[in-house]
């Protein structure tokens, strides 16, 4: 076959050589491969990890990881206001959401720096 230029002088095609590329992209799979199972592991793993939160030092709130309220616990006087109840009720959950956000996003950046072949 003959070999196509451009007009710059480069090949387009025939005759090229790609014996590289297989073994790169196999290895680049096998990665990828054990990237989704190790994420997959760490996924299972958020079922045990915990975070809390304490408002107020009358509310606290324990989650896990798989966003899963765990525990709720609070003073029976705070009942006696709502309003504010409700308040620090919003503000326990807004921060508990917040904890696990933060430890799902830096553990799975953790596990895919690991595996990322240009870093």
């Known amino acids: 076959m003959k070999k196509l230029k451009s007009f710059g002088g480069r090949n387009l095609g025939g005759g090229g050589s790609s014996q590289g590329i297989p073994k790169n992209f196999a290895e680049l ?11 997959k ?10 975070v809390q939160v ?17 525990e709720l616990v609070y003073e029976k006087d705070l009942l006696e206001d709502l309003d ?13 959401w917040e904890k696990v ?5 830096e553990k799975t950046n953790a596990v895919i720096a690991k595996y990322n072949p240009l870093g």
């Open 29 to 39: 799979q096998r990665l990828q491969m054990k990237m989704e199972e190790e994420l």
């Open 41 to 50: 592991a760490l996924e299972e793993s958020f079922q045990q990890e915990e």
């Open 54 to 70: 304490e408002v107020g030092g009358a509310l606290k709130i324990i989650a896990t990881c798989d966003r899963k309220i765990k």
């Open 84 to 96: 504010m109840f409700n308040d620090m009720l919003k503000t326990a959950m807004n921060e508990i």
């Open 101 to 105: 956000e933060a430890v799902r996003e």
